[in-house]
């Protein structure tokens, strides 16, 4: 019984608009999915038979929801930190009383519209002491989710919806999540043993994370982007501004660095992707014989992919043993300090505490600052310790 052609399943592949690494012109193909397919003309006498294309599900478009449940929860946590910081009971003076218990430290204290270095030390900040001391690892990875004040919290989150959700609509939210988290203990982990004076909070660890398994993936899926050096150029330009700007004081690029570091092997892990000669293989129309039979992925990746698993394995198992062990990361390296702050006539990289001396006279406290010798006497009686530390900030800032 003579019949028409058997309809074929074909694999169509377009330019994707949508998709720019670090917002640089490096298109890359996609295989989508057509709603109502063309006809393919028939030989005379013959029905003609439709192209049914296929979707593929290695490359398919994810609906993002974790990067957004992710912002929320920051800023949720920064509102629970702000309302434990209760300014107005904790401290002599504040910005924005009207707000009540949401109300700010003064700038001298913190210049980010946010809560005392008390309050995020007990709200879980990055204390190196609590970690080697007390055994409260889990400061690596609770200092991620808290915030110095309204403008860390407003750049970092504007930055995560930018960066993350192209991502998770791309690898989906289970690769995406370990990446964030992954990164955000890497860079707590490199930040501790660099800086082990101050405390840290911040996504941005996490954050050059993202932005680390941007390059990787850009590096590991090169034979899919259409523009491939103007996309590498861009991304590279624009993870060496950020990593500048980490040169400033009261910033800690360590824990950009150790992010950046961290996504940038996790993407050779997370982010690979099969290239399109095992895809059209693998979606080829019935009865289809390939002249040969293709891998998943092609060697460099397989290569990547093993080097990078080995060295994040020794890295953080590495680095967890020296930082449990109270090893200061700058005995063994003198000069890696300027890779947080550059000292110039403008500025000092000197972030140490605000230490003081505090004592009172009848219902009046005298306050002195240890580092600049600067007094202060204050009509208060009974003052409570995060008042007397506000007081300390303001007189050694």
Same mark, same amino acid.
């Given at each position: 019984?003579?019949? $028409?052609? +058997? ?17 640089? $012109?490096?298109?890359?193909?996609? +295989? ?63 910005? %924005? ?57 407003? %750049? ?74 103007? %996309? ?129 006279? $009848? ?6 600052? %240890? ?27």
């Amino acid at each position: 019984m003579a019949g $028409g052609p +058997p309809s074929e399943v074909q694999i169509r592949v377009l330019p994707s608009s949508s998709r720019r690494s670090g917002g640089g $012109g490096g298109g890359v193909v996609h +295989p989508v999915e057509v709603d109502s397919p063309p006809s393919r003309p028939a030989s005379a006498g013959a029905t003609p038979s439709p192209i049914v294309y296929k979707e593929v599900k290695h490359f398919k478009k994810w609906m993002p929801w974790l990067i957004p449940a992710f912002v929320v929860a920051n800023t949720v946590m920064f509102i629970i930190t702000m309302y434990v910081n209760d300014c107005p009971k904790n401290s002599v003076s504040c910005i %924005a009383r009207f707000l009540g218990r949401f109300s700010f430290q003064p700038f001298k204290e913190n210049p980010l519209l946010g809560p005392s270095s008390s309050t995020l030390q007990k709200m879980g900040a990055l204390k190196v002491s609590k970690v080697v001391d007390k055994h409260q690892a889990w400061l690596l990875i609770t200092c991620i989710w808290l915030h110095g004040g309204v403008f860390h919290l407003l %750049a970092n989150m504007l930055s995560l919806l930018v960066i993350g959700i192209r991502l998770e609509q791309e690898f989906g939210f289970v690769r995406i999540g370990l990446l964030y988290i992954i990164s955000g203990l890497g860079g707590s982990l490199m930040s501790a043993l660099f800086i082990q004076s101050n405390i840290s909070v911040g996504a941005s660890g996490a954050l050059f994370g993202l932005l680390g398994g941007m390059l990787s993936e850009l590096i590991t899926n090169w034979t899919i982007y259409a523009n491939k050096v103007a %996309a590498f150029m861009t991304l590279v330009v624009i993870i060496v501004i950020n990593l500048a700007v980490g040169i400033l004081p009261h910033v800690d690029n360590f824990a950009h660095i150790g992010g950046f570091l961290s996504g940038f092997f996790l993407g050779f892990v997370f982010l690979i992707r099969p290239h399109f000669g095992w895809v059209n293989q693998r979606y080829a129309p019935p009865g289809y014989s390939p002249n040969s039979v293709r891998s998943k992925f092609k060697m460099y990746q397989c290569i990547l992919w093993l080097v990078s698993l080995i060295i994040l394995i020794i890295g953080f198992t590495v680095g967890l043993v020296m930082l449990l062990r109270g090893v200061d990361a700058n005995d063994h390296c003198s000069w890696c300090h300027y890779l947080s702050c550059v000292p110039t006539s403008h500025w000092s990289c000197n972030t140490e505490p605000a230490q003081c001396t505090a004592y009172e006279i $009848g219902s009046q406290l005298n306050v002195t600052c %240890a580092t600049n010798g600067k007094s202060g006497l204050y009509n208060l009686s009974n003052p409570s310790d995060s008042q007397i530390q506000g007081l300390c900030s303001q007189l050694c800032n």
